[in-house]
Each structure stands twice: as C-alpha cells, then as structure tokens.
C-alpha cells in the first residue's frame, strides 16, 4: 500500500497532468465552434423532394427534363378556399378579387384561378412559389392573407407540394432543440442511476455533447463543399446516433477504469491500463457501424446516401471522444468521478477469486443467469431462439411499400386537409400531374395515349409561355420544345401520393413507350413510386454486403470463424424479431397505414450494427478471460463483468433512439420504435441468454481454428487455474 504513492511520484508531469489538460482544452476548441454551428445547419440543410430522389430512377431523369422547360425552380401551393354550400355568384367575384392579392405578396410568377369546382363548393388557386429557400415562410404568409381575405365562413387550406414541403419543414423544426434535450436528458437520468454518482453522468455527457459537436462541424464542412446532401431525417438521425454511440464507449471504458482503480492509487495507471484493455472492442465497434452505414453508399436513394457518410462522421467522432476526451477527463479526476461511492482499492495482499466455475465472486442478477447458462445451456438457447422465431412471424404483416405524403406528418397540418378538400372537389391530382417527357415527332401520339389511359383525368402538351409546374392548361398555342423534347401534363383522377395514383403511373409508363420507346413519366407520384422501388432493391443489395464486413471484423478481433458466424445469426434473428414485433405494433397499437419503404433497411442497418456492438463487448471480454480461466469459465466470467455495463449501454441507446418519437414524422418514430425494442431485445435476450448459452454449450470449439478452440489446450488452461475438476454441473464436456 505504501509503495503506490512512490509509484504515483514516478509519472512524469507531462503525462500526469499536461497531456490531460491540453485534450481537454483541445475539445473545448472544437466544441467552442462546433456548438454555434449547430443553429447553421439549415444554411446546408434541405428538405424538399429533390434530397430524397432516387439517383438513377425514372422521375428523376423526367425531372431533369422539367428543369429544361422553366426559367425558374418554382413549385407549386395548391389553394382550396371550401364553401358548406354552394358558392354564390358574389361570393365568387369576391374570390376572384383575391387573385390580385395573391400576386401582390410576389412570391412568385403568375397566380391561376380561381378555378370552380363542379360542385359549385370550392375554388382552388394555384400560386407558384420562388425557389429561394423560403418555402415555409412563403406557404405561411399565404395561409395569412387568406385567412384574413376569404370571404366569411369559408376554410382556407394551402397544399400541394410546396404547402405538404412546408409542413414537414415544421416537422423537423423540433430537431435542433427539443430533440436533443430529451435526449441527453433520458441519458443524465439513466446515469444517475447507474453510478449513483454526479460528476460521472457530468463527465459522460460532456463526452457525448462534444462529440457531437465535432461531428456537427465535421458535416457541416462537407455539406458546404457539397460532398453530402444534409436534410432534417439525417440531421436528427445524427443527434441521437452520436450521443447514444458516445454514451456506450463511454460506458465500456468507465467499466474498465473503475475496475483498474480496484488494484491502484495511481489514477494515471488506472486510465492506462482501461484505455488498453477498451481501445479494440471500442475501435471494432465503432469501425463496424461505420463500414456498415457507408454501405449506404451503395443505394441508389440520395437520402440513404446522405445519411451514410453523415451518420459515419458521428461516430467516428463519438469513437474519438471516448478513447480521448473521457480518458483526461478520468485523469484529471480520478476517484473523485465516483463520488460519493468511490471504488475501494483491493488491499496489497487479497487477490481476486480464484476462478473454478466463473462464478466466483459474482452476484445477484448476473450471477443467477450465468447459473442458469451453466446448468442448463442447450434449453436456454433452444428457447430463445424458438422466441425470437415466434417473434420474427410478425414480419409477414410489414406493410413497408410506402406511404402517402399527406401520412407522413403525424402532427396536424394544415396542407393534410387542403389534400382532403381537394379530393373532395376536383380531380385529386390537381396541382401535382404526372409529366410525360416525350419526342416532339411523336408528341400528338403520345398525347392521345396519354388520355385514353386508366386513372387520368386530363391531359395536354405544355405550351410556349405556360407555367410547366401547375397542372393547370395555359393559352393554347404551338407547344413548347426543348431540345426535341415536349412536355405533357397529366391529371390523375387520384390523389399524387396515394397507392392508387402509383398504379395510374405504372400503367401510364406501359402505355406510353409501345409509342415512344424513349418517352419518360416523372412527377410527385412517379418519384413516390421511384423511390419504394429502389428502397425494396436496396434491401437486396446492401443487407449482404452488411453482414459480410460484419462477419470480417468480428473474425479478425475475435480469432475465429465460429464465434463470428454465430454472433452474425443472433443479430439477424434478433432483427427479425424486432421488425416482426414492430410490425404488429405499427398495425395494431399506432394504427399507421403502412411504412416507409426505407424503414426496414434503416432498421438493419442499425439494429444489426449496434447490436454487434453489445457481442463485441461480451465476446471479446469473454476470450480475454478464456485465455486466462479456459472457456466455459471465462463465458460465465465474461457474462458477468459485462453485464452491467452492457445493459446500462443498451438502456441508453434505448432511451435516445426513442428520443427520436418527439418528432412527428412518421419515418422517425417507426425507427424510434425499431431500434429501442430492438436494442433492449438485443441487451436483454440476445446477449445475456442466447449467445452465452450457445457460446457454452459448444464449449472451446467456439473459438475454432485458433489455438483457443483446441480442447485439449483449453483443458491445459484450466488445469492451470486448478478448475478442471469443478466445471458445474451440466456444462456439457465435449
């Protein structure tokens, strides 16, 4: 005991104290300029349709060929002004008078209508909107002077694309601040708890907090160099994947740092010694879920691609953090972290345990599930994977085809009930028509063809001088031409984001090339319909190349092919699990019509990826003690220094995935949903019952082919630790 202050004595200065304080004042550097340029994100940040198109998909070179036809990057706000009864003739020369007003708030080129509606109960306006970024502000200052223009007794409604664009940008507005409070705020709570300490949660936030700040800084610089496409699914995506990745290497490291303090009075040989023994389960878990998100690379979706290199930006910075900042945070600490329950150092002479069964020096919760592995291993694996197997049916009923934009927004909207009035009155697909780019030879055909196909209401050739975006016909005269190309604008009987209209443009998209083979259908629906279908082609090709750098770190950490391939199938079980489960709760519970399309790869991703995080930490812990104990010892001494530490961590993403439902956004609270039941699935089920249960029922062959997954060599470990003739009862020799 007296010789640890000596030994204190002997760390230089530098490495005591100097090094400690310049990383700390090196990230308050970079949370110094990070933190302000938070508010910033909006000036790289877009939400309108062009963010989420597909690359390569058909709308998308249709609209590529609109752009051609306009002089400006206008869209479209639908107005509907609905009567309870039939409009008189006054009361439509009074609407008529609001066209002047319309156009006098000069957001954008000349204002059409008002159009009637065959009922005689409404009239609809369509106002094209400046492209300047103000999209919000301009469909709000609209819904204000109709408010206070339209005749008495009349509701005012401001949709189409740019009213539905609108809405969804208020959507999102919670990110930057409501979001992030919730949850670091679920995150300060859980740790409360957990260490039952003050400085601690303090020390961990501030972890979590500047690594997003980093990252933050790190995507805003690309977004302004235009490498990446930000917009408000991945900037809140962001948010929470940074806190909740940064709080559990944060976690995992604090575990070893408190276990160091046991044996030292030295808080600099502490930090080393935890910073050793967590530098590679942090490194492989953090470069797991970076090789796995940048395989959105590989979609053919510009939100899934976006989101790839941003999400990978925070958790390079999270990983950062917490093998930098946390550790001179611990040095400049030291015990003191833990007060008022400081750990208390193991005396000179009393050694640990000696490790017979795994067992020893375990209690409470963990060491009963480790007894229930050992005694019974085949029986506790067999049942939870029978469960999650049950669980896994639910997917059969995943609706993840897509849902209508006006179901998008959970919250209200007023551009959701102008939808509804439109339907109402006129043809559903006014003011977002399907557009068919066309050779100019086979322009009248191709019209023809156009008109007489099923689900379109009307249909014509765009003409020199109209406006190329509304849906509404101009003054006939000679059609436009670009390039020898024409435009048709078709109005589909339904509404552009239904399932319905989908299928009107599927069937248009046949109908059209047996006359023009080179003819193109774009627009709202054709890009909706675009972009289900590459989401569902994504799943097929990014799922595999997932799994397969998956598998590839796991063998190059763990030193076995066995383990891995095992872990790997736990995870997609568990996901299985975790989609099915999800599924009948969207059905059932929340009533949601459907899915995005999306959804289930962004669950993978995710899922699968964290969820390899908790196996790493247990499997690589466990084949740290199997070197020292043998095998089935080290998994039962693995399962319980870890079992804290792991379930807190998955607590903890839990709680800041599902931060995520504050935001009413249909796409955001599903993935809410997905990853917090599927990480505490994974936390609970996976990693404390099946994979040690399995990993012990195999025994040393777990580790094959290394030299650990010989038997005989893993029987000469034991041997060495005096435990070979006392392995529980039931542990299943081989």
Aim: charged share 15%; glycine share 10%; with cysteine.
């Amino acid at each position: 005991m007296k010789s640890s202050p000596q030994h204190s004595a002997r760390v230089p200065f530098w490495l005591r104290w100097l090094i400690p304080v310049l990383l700390v004042l090196t990230w308050l550097a970079i949370a110094g300029v990070g933190g302000p340029t938070f508010g910033r994100l909006d000036e790289v940040s877009s939400n309108d349709q062009a963010s989420f198109l597909p690359a390569g998909a058909e709308a998308t070179a249709a609209q590529d060929w609109q752009a051609k036809f306009r002089d400006s990057d206008e869209i479209p706000a639908v107005i509907v002004i609905e009567s309870g009864a039939a409009i008189s003739p006054a009361d439509l020369g009074e609407l008529a008078s609001l066209k002047t007003g319309l156009e006098g708030l000069e957001l954008g080129s000349a204002v059409i209508g008002p159009i009637p509606s065959e009922d005689g109960k409404a009239v609809q306006f369509i106002a094209p909107i400046g492209s300047s970024g103000e999209t919000k502000e301009s469909v709000q200052e609209l819904r204000d002077f109709l408010a206070e223009a339209a005749p008495e007794g009349m509701q005012t409604f401001v949709t189409g694309p740019a009213g539905l664009t609108a809405d969804l940008v208020s959507a999102f507005a919670g990110i930057d601040g409501i979001l992030l409070l919730v949850a670091l705020g679920a995150v300060f709570v859980i740790l409360l708890v957990v260490y039952r300490s003050l400085l601690l949660p303090i020390a961990v936030l501030l972890t979590s907090v500047f690594a997003l700040c980093a990252a933050i800084l790190l995507v805003f610089g690309m977004a302004k160099l235009g490498w990446i496409q930000l917009n408000g699914q991945s900037q809140g995506i962001l948010s929470i994947l940074v806190i909740g990745a940064a709080t559990d290497y944060a976690l995992l490291y604090v575990a070893r740092f408190r276990e160091a303090l046991a044996h030292t009075t030295n808080r600099t040989a502490a930090v080393l010694t935890a910073w050793k023994a967590s530098f590679e389960p942090i490194l492989a878990s953090g470069a797991t879920v970076i090789i796995a998100l940048l395989c959105l690379l590989f979609s053919d979706l510009n939100s899934n691609k976006a989101l790839g290199p941003v999400a990978a930006a925070g958790i390079l910075c999270s990983l950062f953090a917490a093998l930098t900042l946390l550790p001179a945070l611990m040095a400049l600490l030291g015990r003191a972290a833990f007060w008022p329950f400081r750990p208390k150092l193991v005396p000179a002479g009393e050694r640990e345990p000696e490790l017979v069964t795994g067992l020893e020096g375990q209690k409470g919760i963990w060491r009963a599930t480790g007894s229930l592995v050992s005694r019974r291993p085949r029986t506790v694996w067999v049942a939870s994977v029978l469960l999650l197997l049950a669980a896994s049916a639910g997917v059969l009923q995943l609706k993840a085809n897509g849902v209508p934009q006006t179901d998008v927004i959970l919250a209200a909207s007023n551009a959701v009930d102008g939808q509804d009035a439109l339907a109402r009155h006129f043809d559903a697909g006014s003011g977002s028509p399907a557009v068919v780019v066309a050779d100019e030879t086979k322009a009248d055909e191709v019209l023809a063809k156009v008109k007489a196909a099923d689900g379109v209401g009307d249909a014509y050739l765009l003409a020199a001088g109209s406006v190329p975006i509304t849906g509404a016909p101009g003054t006939p005269s000679a059609p436009d031409v670009r390039d020898g190309k024409v435009l048709i604008n078709a109005t589909l009987n339904f509404a552009a984001d239904s399932i319905e209209a989908e299928d009107a443009v599927k069937v248009l998209r046949e109908d059209v090339i047996t006359v023009d083979a080179g003819a193109l259908v774009g627009g709202v629906t054709a890009t909706a319909l675009d972009t289900n279908t590459t989401a569902q082609r994504d799943l097929v090709i990014i799922i595999p190349i997932v799994l397969v750098v998956i598998l590839f770190i796991l063998m190059l950490l763990l030193r076995s092919v066995v383990a891995p391939v095992l872990l790997v199938l736990s995870v997609v079980l568990s996901y299985g699990a975790a989609m099915g489960i999800s599924a009948l709760v969207f059905n059932n519970l929340f009533g949601f019509p459907g899915a995005d399309a999306t959804v289930p790869l962004f669950g993978f991703v995710f899922l699968v990826a964290l969820g390899v995080d908790y196996n790493i930490f247990l499997m690589s812990r466990v084949r740290e003690e199997s070197l020292k104990h043998g095998t089935r010892p080290g998994i039962l001494r693995g399962l319980g220094v870890t079992g804290g530490v792991i379930t807190s961590a998955g607590v903890v993403l839990a709680a800041t995935f599902a931060a995520l439902g504050v935001i009413p956004i249909m796409f955001l609270v599903q993935l809410a949903f997905i990853v917090a039941f599927g990480v505490l699935l994974d936390t609970v089920l996976v990693r404390s019952l099946l994979v040690p249960a399995l990993a012990y029922d195999i025994g040393p062959r777990i580790w094959w082919p290394s030299k650990l997954g010989r038997p005989e060599l893993d029987a000469a470990v034991v041997q060495d630790t005096g435990a070979l003739e006392a392995e529980p009862e039931g542990a299943g020799r081989r």
